[in-house]
């Protein structure tokens, strides 16, 4: 009965592959994002959609290219993976795109550049 | 711009001790705080959120105060237990722009038996 889930939980690649990180949120919510957790912790922004539609994109390169197909699910697809891509992807979801509402957040998508 | 600081990485006490973790920023005045607990290999989860006119909040055995004229948080987590080992993590909406929230780097808390 999980409320926000993302797959894979760990994805071990080489560098120049293009991979996906699935996202779907069973909370009824309008507001999804994507999170990078680097090394050092920091859990910073990547994107926000509202009701399937871009809001922020965070200075994030554009090898990197949310996809929302409703507004239950945003995946994240990335291409020409370099090293620095290794980190911890969170998605998160919010009743509303505002940010005074409580995030949920899925268990997160280690990915790892060989 | 704004900074968000939690100025303990890592916090060590023990079992049955109120343990207190910081949340101090610079160069704004959010409306509200968050506050959230990761366990390792796990996403953030939401614990309590207080607003700017509130000065304490409590939730079982855990207590946030938000000073202002500090600007700083504090989390306190009475009768601590091992279980309450994990990583807290303080949030801001932004001072400007649409970013929905910003997370400080957090702080470590080991509940030692």
């Known amino acids: 009965d999980t409320a926000v889930s993302q797959t894979p939980k760990y994805l071990v690649t080489q560098m120049g592959n293009d991979k996906s990180i699935k996202c779907e949120q069973n909370?009824?919510?309008?507001?999804m994002y994507w999170y990078k957790q680097d090394s050092k912790k920091f859990l910073k922004i990547m994107f926000s959609y509202n009701n399937k539609e871009l809001i922020i994109n965070e200075t994030v390169p554009n090898r990197f290219s949310p996809k929302s197909p409703d507004k239950a699910h945003l995946n994240l697809h990335i291409n020409s993976l370099e090293l620095g891509d290794s980190a911890v992807y969170f998605c998160?979801?919010?009743?509303?795109?505002?940010?005074?509402?409580?995030?949920?957040f899925g268990d997160g998508t280690r990915l790892s550049i060989l | 711009s704004q900074k968000i600081e939690q100025n303990s990485e890592a916090l060590n006490i023990q079992e049955g001790k109120t343990a207190t973790l910081t949340c101090n920023y610079t160069?704004?005045?959010?409306?509200?705080l968050q506050w959230y607990r990761q366990d390792p290999g796990r996403g953030p989860v939401f614990l309590l959120l207080?607003?700017?006119?509130?000065k304490e909040k409590r939730k079982e055995r855990l207590k946030v105060t938000f000073d202002t004229t500090l600007k700083q948080s504090l989390f306190h987590i009475t009768a601590s237990q091992p279980a309450d080992s994990a990583t807290y993590l303080c949030a801001l909406p932004p001072n400007s722009g649409n970013t929905p929230l910003v997370f400080g780097k957090g702080t470590r808390l080991s509940v030692i038996a």
């Open positions: 207080i607003r700017e006119n509130e």
């Open positions: 160069n704004y005045s959010p409306a509200y």
């Open positions: 998160a979801s919010s009743p509303a795109g505002r940010s005074n509402q409580p995030q949920h």
């Open positions: 909370l009824g919510h309008d507001t």
